[in-house]
């Protein structure tokens, strides 16, 4: 049995991740675990007042949302800690990326590379990066 380490993400950022569009997710806690991760979709999306949500389903076209499903590989490669400067470059950068995160001072920026689709898992989302047994 393989053990899968899984991060939920809600939509529409988890299906970004997959497009390639979102590279870096942010959370306000830190993790030292380095390696290949997995991408759940949670099963809410954004609520309808957060003024981000309906921009983000906009870059995803018609892309599918993947609510329930674990669907994406990535290699989780760095977790840094956000200052100004670590903003400021994202923004510079890669704009669209910066508008698809929250990149307060003192949140953490979760550095995702090698994203590649999977056969779709149904799952329930959990906190946290959790574990699910194949």
């Known amino acids: 049995m393989k053990t899968l380490r899984v991060l939920t993400i809600r939509e529409p950022w988890a299906s970004l991740i997959g497009l390639g569009i979102k590279k870096i997710e942010t959370r306000s806690w ?17 609520p309808k007042n957060d003024a981000r949500r309906n921009k983000g389903l906009e870059y995803l076209k018609d892309s599918p949302l993947h609510y329930g499903e674990i669907f994406l590989k990535c290699t989780l490669v760095d977790c840094i800690q956000i200052d100004d400067e670590f903003a400021q470059k ?26 590649t689709y999977i056969k779709p898992i149904p799952a329930a989302g959990h906190l946290s990066i959790w574990k699910y047994n194949e």
């Open 90 to 115: 994202v923004n510079l950068s890669d704009p669209i990326n910066y508008f698809c995160g929250n990149y307060k001072v003192g949140r953490y920026a979760w550095v995702l590379e090698n994203i």
């Open 30 to 46: 830190s993790t030292s675990y380095r390696g290949t991760l997995y991408i759940h979709a949670g099963k809410n999306i954004i």
